[in-house]
């Protein structure tokens, strides 16, 4: 079993930046895949950006290439989202997701483990 608890999420300003966290605990979190996804109001939970367990292979969604960037640190159990350039459309509630196998993963049905979200709005 793995919890995951998302933080960090706010109000920014177009063009502007945060960074959201998710810190797992329960079995090794070095051992699975993990994975950000967000859904805005009345649409479908959307793929992000994923990494694998070492953290030296990412993947991200093409909405999202050269602004954000997704890390992780084994030693504290966290997997990062880092988001720069930050548009209205990234308006969302972001999830985070752990998945022991297969990478990358782009569908949240396949993911294992989800945490509870965490609210970023992007004003204009």
């Known amino acids: 079993q793995v919890q995951l608890v998302e933080s960090g999420g706010g109000l920014a300003q177009a063009g502007g930046s945060l960074r959201v966290s998710c810190v797992a605990s329960g079995r090794a979190f070095g051992s699975y895949h993990m994975g950000w996804f967000r859904q805005a109001p009345g649409k479908e939970r959307e793929f992000v950006a994923t990494i694998n367990s070492s953290g030296d292979r990412t993947y991200y969604t093409d909405s999202v290439k050269g602004r954000f960037t997704i890390s992780r640190d084994n030693g504290k159990n966290t997997v990062y989202l880092q988001m720069n350039s930050l548009k209205p459309e990234d308006t969302a509630v972001y999830y985070c997701?752990?998945?022991?196998?297969?990478?990358?993963?782009?569908?949240?049905?396949?993911?294992?483990?989800w945490g509870q979200g965490t609210q970023v709005t992007v004003s204009s």
């Open positions: 997701g752990a998945v022991a196998r297969g990478f990358p993963k782009l569908v949240y049905s396949l993911y294992d483990y």
